[in-house]
Structure formats: C-alpha cells, structure tokens
C-alpha cells in the first residue's frame, strides 16, 4: 500500500487531484485510515489512473471518463467517441496552425518594412476571360479564412472538369465579391479556370465570362500564397503614390502553381484601379 504522496509520485500526478478524484468517485483510495483521515493506494489502482489521465487529455470531460473507465459504455460507443475527439482535435490542430502560418507571415511582413523592393508593378488593361468556377462562402477576406475554403474547390473543380470531357485553356484565377445580404466580412470565393467552352459543355459547374479591366494595377506574386500581403502591400503603396483608387478585390492568376511545392507558385495579383 502506498500513501497518497508516494502514489501521486508514482502516478506523476498532483495530491491535489487524487483527493479531486476522491471527492467526486472517479478514484477512490484502497482504503483509509480511519483514525487520522490518512488514504492510502494499492499499486494496481495505477491501471486506473493512468486511463482516467489518458482519457482527460483526450479532452473527454469527468463524467465522460467514469462512464469510460467504469464499463459504463460499450466498446462501440466508446470506440466512436474517440473517434469524434480524434476528428476534433484534428479540425483543432489544422485551425491553429493555420493560424500559426498567419501570424508567421505577418512577422515576415513586418521585419520586410522599409526594406527596397524589386517587384514591379504594371499598369494595363485585362481582357475578359472565360472561366468554369466553383464558389463558397469564407468569413472573412483573411487568409486563415480564405485558404480552408478555396483550397477543396479546385480539386472538385478539375474532377468535375474532368468528368465531363473539359480540358483547361489557360490558369486558374480566384476572385471574391462581398457575399449578398451580409452585413459583415463574408465575401464570396470564387473559384475558376480558363476554358474555351460554353455553359452548355458543363452541367456540373458554373461557366461565367470575367469581364474586362479597363486599367488594373498589376504584380507578380513569388512564393506561397500565405506570403501574398507582402506583395499586396507594393501593390497597395504604388497605388496610392500614384494617385490610383481601388475597385473591389484584387483577382489571382495562378500561371505556375503546384499544391505540393506551393513555395514555388507564380501568381499575379490584378487590381482594378481607377482615378478620381
């Protein structure tokens, strides 16, 4: 038998929560000492402890660990709850390093202030493209919520595409639009490639002319796209040194972009512009 200090040392574990566990019966001591109060633990009772912290870690509440550990639930309940906690933790881990790799981009983008540049902006005039598109909604125009949204679109996109017969007749191009009858930051993402067919050629996806621009400040884009408010950022300060005003968003022309080597895309980013 073992007292609480040797057994919450065993266990690395606190004596606080071994006396939590007292309290609510999740782990009672093998007996106690009924003079001085004192409780004391049997060296199997660590079998216990140790699924009871497994389980918690899981993120499984108290109570959902006693009915675990107490047989409480079958094998199939049991096994589908953790298959629920794996696929939420995994939605949980994809979300915060998306954050991650936003908050890394914006330290690149700061220690890059006020440093000289070569990317060059163009100004010019952008001819109407054809384009079968997909779209969804992201919250907001960030790139933590613009990339878990238009990244699926393409492969479904080029699936379809696939399915019926389309080949591609140029790159692939986003866009966005504020999304219809929101009062706040949803915009719509649109999803497209360059084809040569018409509407009629595609029952599965959506073909739409992009209409022309008129004048467009334009930049090449190097690098992936969680990179891409740097480059947004030369755009943004030519525009305003030269006397421009900005129209919408900004469309992206993917001409070379692997999912695998995203490190090495080439995007050029069009802006319509216009003076006063």
């Keep these: ?43 199997d009772q660590l ?58 981009a914006r330290l690149r983008l700061i220690e890059s202030e006020g440093r000289m540049t070569t990317q060059e902006v163009v100004l010019k005039e952008i001819v109407p493209v054809r384009v079968a ?9 960030q790139g933590e919520d613009i990339g878990p949204v238009i990244q699926p679109l393409y492969p479904e996109l080029f699936r ?22 929101d009062d706040g930051d949803a915009v719509v993402v649109h999803a497209g490639v360059t084809v040569g067919v018409g509407a009629e050629a595609a029952s599965d996806v959506a073909v739409v002319d992009l209409p022309a621009v008129r004048t467009a400040a334009t930049i090449i884009h190097h690098g992936p796209m969680d990179d891409v408010e740097e480059s947004m950022q030369v755009l943004a300060r030519w525009i305003e040194d030269n006397g421009y005003r900005t129209d919408g968003f900004a469309r992206e022309v993917y001409l070379d972009y692997c999912p695998d080597a995203p490190e090495k895309g080439v995007t050029e980013l069009q802006l319509a512009v216009h003076r006063d």
Aim: no cysteine; hydrophobic share 45%.
């Design 133 to 141: 598109e997909l779209t969804a909604v992201a919250p907001s125009y």
């Design 47 to 104: 079998r216990r402890l140790n699924r009871v912290i497994a389980l918690k870690e899981l993120g499984l509440t108290l109570e959902q660990v006693r009915a675990i550990v107490d047989d409480a639930v079958d094998v199939a309940e049991l096994r589908g709850m953790l298959r629920l906690r794996r696929s939420q933790l995994a939605e949980q881990l994809a979300a915060d390093t998306a954050r991650l790799t936003a908050v890394e």
């Design 1 to 43: 038998m073992f007292t609480i200090g040797d057994f919450a040392r065993l266990g690395r574990v606190s004596v606080r929560m071994l006396r939590h566990y007292d309290s609510i019966g999740l782990l009672r001591p093998a007996s106690v000492d009924p003079h001085t109060g004192y409780r004391f633990y049997r060296a």
């Design 160 to 181: 379809r595409l696939a399915d019926a017969g389309i080949t591609p007749a140029g790159p692939s191009i986003a866009w966005y639009e504020p999304a219809p009858g």
